[in-house]
């Protein structure tokens, strides 16, 4: 069974940072991990994903150079750091994966999610 459970989330001030987790209920090697983010009255969009490999995929632009997705085999968890946060990085984040996924790419989605994590980036 896949469990996702995120957490780090809080509410930072522009420009500051921000590390969120996502703890797995499997070895974060076996499948890709993905994080989403969703907006108020906006779709949920992809923003970084961690393949079984070890490859990483930033899928939005806005985020590219600000973000780092990473994992800790040790703890089970997949981390995604945030730098130099804007207000419009305000959202639910979510991690997503499968156990059937291995590689990320632009328009994956995932069958299993957490439940979310807020970021509030207000000043």
Known sequence: QV???ESGGGLVQPGGSLT???RTSFAV???AVGWFRQAPGKEREAIACLSRF???LYQSPSVQGRFIISRDRTKNTVNLQM???KPEDTAT???GSDLDTYHCYQDL???HWGQ???VTVSS
Do not use: H, K, R
Request: net charge negative.
């Open 54 to 56: 070890g490859e990483s």
């Open 116 to 118: 979310g994590t807020q």
């Open 83 to 85: 730098n130099m946060l």
């Open 29 to 31: 090697d076996l499948f």
């Open 20 to 22: 969120l987790s996502c």
């Open 109 to 111: 989605e995932f069958d």
């Open 93 to 95: 984040y979510y991690c």
């Open 3 to 5: 469990q996702l459970v």
